[in-house]
Every structure is written in structure tokens, then in C-alpha cells.
């Protein structure tokens, strides 16, 4: 288990700058999903923990220790990529093997993590197959067992279930959990996958454009996102996102009552909303609406997704306008200019 620092971490290709100052630190042992748009930096930051690129500036330590400069082998970090990269020419048990007998381990070391990984991946029956017989799920888990014999201080893991259909991706993403559950090794996983990250992750790291926007746990990115990028970025459908009084009010597509309905609470907004359109869910609806009255007059006036319990529905129709009010604990508030956040954060910091 490793605390992985990183202080005012830079890096540009030429004029390309992929990662733009970076100030984080993971909890020892935990799972820390870096999430964010494609191209905001989240696979050169890994190179750049992995030591397969030289930062531009700034630092990088394990527990304390600087690691720049130290060559990859000598990091004691074990990656998992996109593509597995198992030896094609090697039965599973010489893939696995393969970085214990690089640094020459003694046999029986061998016979040890051989038996340990297999059994906690439950690939003890596939170690004399070839990759080449392997399904996308086992060759994922033969990568990992490959990974893991070294007892990293700290896995890196890039999109790893990125090339499995949807099935046997989200039972993938179950094991990943219950195997990190039993290492404890801490964890970087990148994703551009919120579900994945939200459902998998200790906590997450939100980058755009090589800079963190925010590092929480799930229920803090969607409860209290940090600035506008991440309100629109978490949650699907994300936060509404509406102008009054010289704000950005940000609701929540659940956080819609109909009047009737509304809690007792303080309020922070009363709107009138024409529904354009409903779209079952099953046990909810989604309704997409127009802001007809309660926003600051637009040129435009604003879109909304909201999400209402199934009961609530069947008295609405298409076309006509509904009065809706959000509390003002469901609220939050940005600051137009900058996009960021405003009111106090309302899930208590971990
Ligand atoms: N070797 C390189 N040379 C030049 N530019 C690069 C290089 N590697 C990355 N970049 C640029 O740096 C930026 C960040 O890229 P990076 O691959 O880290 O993003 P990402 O978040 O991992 O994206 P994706 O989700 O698409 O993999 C991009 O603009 C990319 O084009």
C-alpha cells in the first residue's frame, strides 16, 4: 500500500499542454478513478506516474519519496492498459510468471503468487491455455494476475474493461471491486465512464484540459460538485443549470417537485415549466420542459430534464405548463463569471 503524491505536476508536448499543474494525493489504499472528456489529460498523468514520460515540472512521490527520475522497473507500479499485452507465444502461467523470473525470484516465491493470484482471480484452470484461447474477460484477468504478482504499491489501470461488451463489463467491474477490496493496493483508474467511476470508485478525480476540477467521493461530485464542469459532467441526465438574480442555479433532474407534491421546505425556486416531452423509464419519468416564467429572462429561455417518481406522472401532457419548486437544500449555486461553486458544500468532507 502507497500514498501517491503529486506537487504542480506539468506536462507539454511543444505547445500541447496535457497536464497543466496537478495537486492531488490518494488515500493509502483506496481506489481513485480519474474521470474526464477525451483528451484531458488522464492517460499522460498516468505515463507520468508510471515513469514511461518525464514531467515538464513539479514532483511526483510515493510515501514521501520523490520518483522522478527513477526508471519504471524501479517504481514497483504495476500498469494495466487498454490492450492486455499478454505474450501471445506463452502459456498463461509463463505471462504471469514473466516479471518474477525477470528479477530471477526464487522458484518456490514463484509457486507462491502463482497459486495466490490464480485462485483470487479464479484462473487456476486456464494456466497452460495460450492467450490466443482466452475470452476478453480472462485475458483482462490474466493481465491483472500478471500485474498483481509483483505486490505493486500501486496499480495503474487505464480504461481496463474498455474492450468487453456491456455484460461481462459490468461483472468486471464487480470483481475489479471485490478484488481491490481484498488487496487494499491504492488504486489509479481511469475512465471516461462515470457510471464506472461512480460505481467503482473510493473517490474520483474530475480533469478537463490537464487540470483537476474537483477530487471527491461520488456522493460529494454529484451532491456538491466543485464548479459548473463537474455539475454538468456527473449525473445523467447532469445538473440543470439556471441563471437568476446574477447566479447559476443548479438543480438536479430529481430534485423537481411538482407543487402539489413539494416538501415543506424552504424554497429557492418556483418555476414554470412547459413539458415538450415525456419519457418513460419504468419506475420513473424523464420530462423535458421549456422554462416558461422564474429564470432571468433569456433570449432562449432555458431547457430542463427533470425526473419525477412514476405516481407524479399521469397527470401531466405534453404541451402544457406545470408550476415546479425546488428547495433550497437541493439547490446549488455558481457563480456565472468563473463557474464556481458559491453556496456551501452540503455532504460533509470525508
Ligand atoms: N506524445 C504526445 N505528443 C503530443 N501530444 C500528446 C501526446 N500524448 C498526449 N498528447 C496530447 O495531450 C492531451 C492529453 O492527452 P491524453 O491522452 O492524456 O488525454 P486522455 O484524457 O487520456 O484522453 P482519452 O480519454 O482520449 O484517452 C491531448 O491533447 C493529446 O493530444
Given at each position: 500500500?502507497?500514498?501517491?503524491?503529486?506537487?504542480?505536476?506539468?506536462?507539454?508536448?511543444?505547445r500541447?499542454?496535457?497536464?497543466?499543474?496537478?495537486?492531488?494525493?490518494?488515500?493509502?489504499?483506496?481506489?481513485?478513478?480519474?474521470?474526464?472528456?477525451?483528451?484531458?489529460?488522464?492517460?499522460?498523468?498516468?505515463?507520468?506516474?508510471?515513469g514511461?514520460?518525464?514531467?515538464?515540472?513539479?514532483?511526483?512521490?510515493?510515501?514521501?519519496?520523490?520518483?522522478?527520475?527513477?526508471?519504471?522497473?524501479?517504481?514497483?507500479?504495476?500498469?494495466?492498459?487498454?490492450?492486455?499485452?499478454?505474450?501471445?507465444?506463452?502459456?498463461?502461467?509463463?505471462?504471469?510468471?514473466?516479471?518474477?523470473?525477470?528479477?530471477?525470484?526464487?522458484?518456490?516465491?514463484?509457486?507462491?503468487?502463482?497459486?495466490?493470484?490464480?485462485?483470487?482471480?479464479?484462473?487456476?484452470?486456464?494456466?497452460?491455455?495460450?492467450?490466443?484461447?482466452?475470452?476478453?474477460?480472462?485475458?483482462?484477468?490474466?493481465?491483472?494476475?500478471?500485474?498483481?504478482?509483483?505486490?505493486?504499491?500501486?496499480?495503474?489501470?487505464?480504461?481496463?474493461?474498455?474492450?468487453?461488451?456491456?455484460?461481462?463489463?459490468?461483472?468486471?467491474?464487480?470483481?475489479?471491486r471485490?478484488?481491490?477490496?481484498?488487496?487494499?493496493?491504492?488504486?489509479?483508474?481511469?475512465?471516461?465512464?462515470?457510471?464506472?467511476?461512480?460505481?467503482?470508485?473510493?473517490?474520483?478525480?474530475?480533469?478537463e484540459?490537464?487540470?483537476?476540477?474537483?477530487?471527491g467521493?461520488?456522493?460529494?461530485?454529484?451532491?456538491?460538485?466543485?464548479?459548473?464542469?463537474?455539475?454538468?459532467?456527473?449525473?445523467?441526465?447532469?445538473?440543470?443549470?439556471?441563471?437568476?438574480?446574477?447566479?447559476?442555479?443548479?438543480?438536479?433532474?430529481?430534485?423537481?417537485?411538482?407543487?402539489?407534491?413539494?416538501?415543506?421546505?424552504?424554497?429557492?425556486?418556483?418555476?414554470?415549466?412547459?413539458?415538450?416531452?415525456?419519457?418513460f423509464?419504468?419506475a420513473?419519468?424523464?420530462?423535458?420542459?421549456?422554462?416558461?416564467?422564474?429564470?432571468?429572462?433569456?433570449?432562449?429561455?432555458?431547457?430542463?430534464?427533470?425526473?419525477?417518481?412514476?405516481?407524479?406522472?399521469p397527470?401531466?401532457?405534453?404541451?402544457?405548463?406545470?408550476?415546479?419548486?425546488?428547495?433550497?437544500?437541493?439547490?446549488?449555486?455558481?457563480?456565472?463569471?468563473?463557474?464556481?461553486?458559491?453556496?456551501?458544500?452540503?455532504?460533509?468532507?470525508?
Amino acid at each position: 500500500m502507497a500514498i501517491l503524491t503529486t506537487r504542480a505536476l506539468k506536462k507539454h508536448y511543444g505547445r500541447i499542454i496535457a497536464v497543466d499543474g496537478v495537486d492531488m494525493e490518494t488515500r493509502d489504499g483506496e481506489l481513485l478513478a480519474v474521470l474526464g472528456p477525451s483528451g484531458s489529460g488522464k492517460t499522460t498523468l498516468m505515463r507520468l506516474v508510471a515513469g514511461l514520460e518525464e514531467p515538464s515540472a513539479g514532483e511526483l512521490f510515493i510515501d514521501g519519496q520523490s520518483i522522478v527520475g527513477i526508471p519504471p522497473r524501479r517504481r514497483n507500479i504495476a500498469m494495466v492498459f487498454q490492450n492486455y499485452a499478454l505474450y501471445p507465444n506463452m502459456t498463461v502461467r509463463d505471462n504471469i510468471l514473466f516479471p518474477l523470473r525477470a528479477r530471477q525470484a526464487p522458484p518456490d516465491e514463484q509457486r507462491r503468487q502463482l497459486d495466490w493470484v490464480a485462485g483470487i482471480l479464479e484462473i487456476s484452470d486456464l494456466l497452460d491455455r495460450r492467450p490466443t484461447r482466452l475470452s476478453g474477460g480472462q485475458s483482462q484477468r490474466v493481465a491483472l494476475a500478471r500485474a498483481m504478482v509483483r505486490t505493486p504499491d500501486l496499480f495503474l489501470f487505464d480504461e481496463p474493461l474498455s474492450s468487453l461488451d456491456a455484460q461481462i463489463r459490468s461483472q468486471a467491474r464487480g470483481e475489479l471491486r471485490e478484488l481491490h477490496d481484498r488487496t487494499r493496493i491504492t488504486t489509479l483508474y481511469v475512465t471516461h465512464d462515470q457510471t464506472e467511476a461512480l460505481g467503482l470508485a473510493d473517490r474520483i478525480m474530475v480533469m478537463e484540459k490537464g487540470i483537476v476540477h474537483q477530487i471527491g467521493t461520488p456522493q460529494q461530485l454529484y451532491y456538491d460538485p466543485a464548479d459548473t464542469f463537474v455539475a454538468g459532467f456527473i449525473g445523467d441526465p447532469p445538473m440543470n443549470l439556471l441563471p437568476r438574480d446574477g447566479r447559476l442555479i443548479g438543480v438536479r433532474p430529481e430534485h423537481f417537485h411538482l407543487a402539489a407534491e413539494a416538501p415543506g421546505d424552504e424554497v429557492a425556486l418556483e418555476l414554470d415549466i412547459e413539458v415538450e416531452h415525456l419519457e418513460f423509464l419504468g419506475a420513473e419519468w424523464l420530462i423535458y420542459g421549456v422554462v416558461r416564467r422564474g429564470v432571468t429572462k433569456q433570449p432562449r429561455p432555458p431547457r430542463v430534464i427533470g425526473r419525477l417518481r412514476q405516481a407524479a406522472v399521469p397527470s401531466l401532457a405534453t404541451g402544457e405548463t406545470y408550476h415546479f419548486v425546488v428547495t433550497r437544500s437541493d439547490a446549488c449555486f455558481f457563480d456565472p463569471e468563473t463557474g464556481q461553486r458559491l453556496s456551501a458544500a452540503k455532504v460533509a468532507v470525508a
